[in-house]
């Protein structure tokens, strides 16, 4: 049996791990609200701006002739690993990571693949054993779509010069607090979607159709990826959420035993604290 002493120190240490992880879920819970209500007002909005650039793509190649929708080649590939800044989130950054070596060592193998990380995480992870060809893991620190933008714009920069062929987006897409979805974006060149037909919808256009579609393209990829950053830093919420729940209860459990352990101990040195009171009594009888 346990020390008694050793008991009580693992219970109280128990106790103040359980204090943390409770307060790290209910902080992670108050922040996914306002996460959460921000991604799923942006939704729509994306998801339509995308669907109108799918229904114009086709005249898009045809007669702009635009350089985002260049599919050429791919020999460099640059891969946008979305992460957090922080871990104590379950598998989060851990299905990134894991899907960003499966798209080098698979999907891409043979070419030059490189890195652009929005995440702590991911640049601690990957600088090991990929290239990295930028850091944007402060991005964080005033998430808004002026910021992001910037980032967009340096993704589009890349493409248009020829430095890479094909630009991918790999994140955490948010379902719920429990679920969290690991996503494969192409972001650059601009295809449309598989079973994707030109819509029938009458556009009238002005001043043109190549106009309208050359300023769409920029605000349409930006949105793109400042709703995967706004995903991902939902989701991450909600894993830490989760995880620190888990903790918790684990915790909980686990401090339960301890006690009956403990009691179980400490029942057991008093009964042997009785014997030997009454067989020094009878000793001293006899």
Do not use: W
């Not at 080649?73 to 989130?89: E, M, Q």
């Not at 990134?96 to 693949?113: D, M």
């Not at 991918?168 to 719920?176: G, Q, T």
């Amino acid at each position: 049996m346990a020390n008694l002493k050793e008991i009580r120190n693992r219970i109280s240490s128990i106790s103040s791990t359980m204090q943390i992880t409770s307060a790290m879920k209910m902080v992670s819970a108050a922040k996914l609200k306002k996460a959460q209500d921000a991604i799923t007002a942006m939704r729509p909005y994306a998801d339509k701006l995308t669907e109108l650039l799918q229904n114009l793509s086709a005249s898009l190649d045809a007669d702009s002739g635009s350089t985002f929708a260049d599919d050429r080649p791919v020999n460099k590939v640059l891969v946008v690993a979305i992460t957090s800044n922080r871990g104590l989130c379950g598998a989060f950054n851990t299905n990134i990571i894991k899907q960003c070596t499966a798209l080098t060592h698979e999907s891409f193998s043979g070419k030059q693949v490189d890195f652009v990380v929005i995440g702590k995480k991911a640049n601690d992870i990957l600088s090991k054993n990929f290239h990295i060809h930028s850091n944007h893991s402060d991005v964080y620190d005033h998430l808004t779509f002026e910021n992001v933008a910037v980032i967009a714009e340096q993704l589009m920069d890349l493409f248009k010069e020829g430095t890479y062929d094909r630009i991918e987006l790999v994140y955490n897409k948010f379902k719920n607090a429990a679920t969290q979805i690991v996503m494969t974006e192409q972001f650059l060149p601009i295809v449309p979607s598989e079973g994707t037909e030109r819509s029938n919808t009458d556009y009238i256009f002005e001043p043109s159709e190549a106009e309208i579609v050359e300023q769409l393209i920029p605000k349409s990829l930006k949105t793109q990826l400042f709703k995967a950053v706004r995903d991902s830093f939902a989701s991450e919420h909600g894993a830490r959420m989760t995880a620190m729940h888990k903790a918790t209860d684990n915790a909980t459990e686990l401090k339960d035993q301890l006690t009956l352990t403990y009691n179980q101990a400490r029942q057991a040195a008093i009964t042997n604290e009785i014997l030997e009171i009454v067989g020094g009594a009878e000793a001293l009888n006899n």
